[in-house]
Nanobody, 114 residues
């Protein structure tokens, strides 16, 4: 059974940092692009960041540029999202995905207080 399990979410004050992890099991994603999405209360899910299979290419939503960094460790089948300078508008459930393949995690809650 293929699973993507996110961790690292929590409550943080504005300006703080969190590091999200996404551990994959059941198959290797070392040849696949991986992404992070988020969904704020009452809003649609939105793209946050993407990383190529090699890790050499990354893409970010404008809201994440300069503050978030996506990375991966293919030996551990794990993807990370380092989030710095967090803002209240970053609050939401963060999902890890190999979305081009249709695999999604169940999400981890991030709450940023002002």
């Amino acid at each position: 059974q293929v699973q993507l399990v996110e961790s690292g979410g929590g409550l943080v004050q504005a300006g703080g940092s969190l590091r999200l992890s996404c551990a994959a099991s059941g198959r290797s994603f070392s040849s696949d692009a991986m992404s992070w999405f988020r969904q704020a209360p009452g809003k649609e899910r939105e793209f946050v960041a993407r990383i190529s299979w090699s890790g050499y290419s990354t893409n970010y939503a404008d809201s994440a540029k300069g503050r978030f960094t996506i990375s991966r460790d293919n030996r551990k089948n794990t993807v990370y999202l380092q989030m710095n300078s967090l803002k209240p508008e970053d609050t939401g459930v963060y999902y890890c995905a190999a979305h081009e393949l249709g695999y999604w995690g169940q999400g981890t809650q991030v709450t940023v207080s002002s």
